[in-house]
């Protein structure tokens, strides 16, 4: 077992590496940083022996089938989604961005053209500091810039670099291999027959969570249940 100092050592080893990364430093771009480099090198992360982890990992199919099967569906959903993330940062790892984000943002503006900074964060539901470091990151890699908005004098509009256009064109075809890899042993008609309801389970809460994220639980679930009727 190691002691709280070895994690310590281990946690100032680590920042030094950010540092170094990095220009612009905050606690929740270190966090971000050490997530991702803890997912792509897992030995990094030495807290418990191969044998405990191991046995954790097992136990967790024992919980599954305990849930009921909505909660087992969300479930499932909230792991498939981190095995995603997981892949996508192993088939970018060579290249200039490493997240799914990251990715999500240059191919946007690039649809786009021009895209706000709240338009990014309020397409993909982020929170806003969450939004900007990943902004400020692909702007410090120089894949990204800022024009003058025609239509708002006092706001800018993020345009993709020369740069910004070849690490794009470079991470779609790692991305979409990353998609086929993903799917590759799974039947093309199951996972299909599921599509419809994901689809219409995010239509829904999309638009609640846009409309009505400062509700409390009660008023959410009230509103909820008056939709049933218009999705049954």
Avoid: C
């Avoid at 909230?78 to 095995?83: D, G, L, M, N």
């Avoid at 990715?103 to 338009?119: G, N, P, V």
């Avoid at 990204?144 to 910004?164: I, N, Q, S």
Wanted: charged fraction near 35%.
């Amino acid at each position: 077992m190691r002691s709280k100092y070895d994690f310590l050592k281990q946690l100032i080893d680590l920042y030094e590496e950010y540092e170094q990364e990095e220009k612009h430093l905050n606690l929740l771009g270190f966090a971000q940083w050490t997530i991702n480099r803890l997912e792509d090198e897992p030995d990094l992360n030495k807290g418990l022996s191969p044998r405990i982890r191991q046995e954790s990992e097992s136990s967790s199919t024992p919980f599954l089938n305990d849930l009921n099967d909505k909660a087992r569906f969300l479930e499932l959903v909230s792991r498939i989604a981190r095995y995603h993330e997981f892949y996508t940062r192993k088939a970018l790892k060579e290249s200039v961005i490493n997240t799914r984000l990251e990715f999500l943002f240059l191919r946007t503006i690039d649809q786009l053209e021009r895209a706000r900074k709240t338009d990014l964060i309020n397409t993909y539901h982020l929170e806003y500091t969450t939004g900007m470091d990943t902004i400020r990151r692909l702007k410090n890699n120089g894949l990204l810039y800022e024009v003058p908005d025609e239509a708002d004098k006092r706001a800018k509009l993020l345009e993709l670099t020369d740069k910004g256009k070849e690490v794009l064109a470079l991470s779609v075809k790692r991305f979409n291999d990353e998609t086929t890899m993903f799917f590759a042993a799974t039947s093309e008609n199951k996972w299909k027959k599921v599509l419809p309801a994901l689809v219409e389970l995010e239509d829904i809460h999309s638009q609640v969570y846009q409309k009505h994220n400062d509700k409390p639980f009660a008023e959410l679930a009230n509103l909820m249940d008056s939709l049933k009727r218009y999705y049954k």
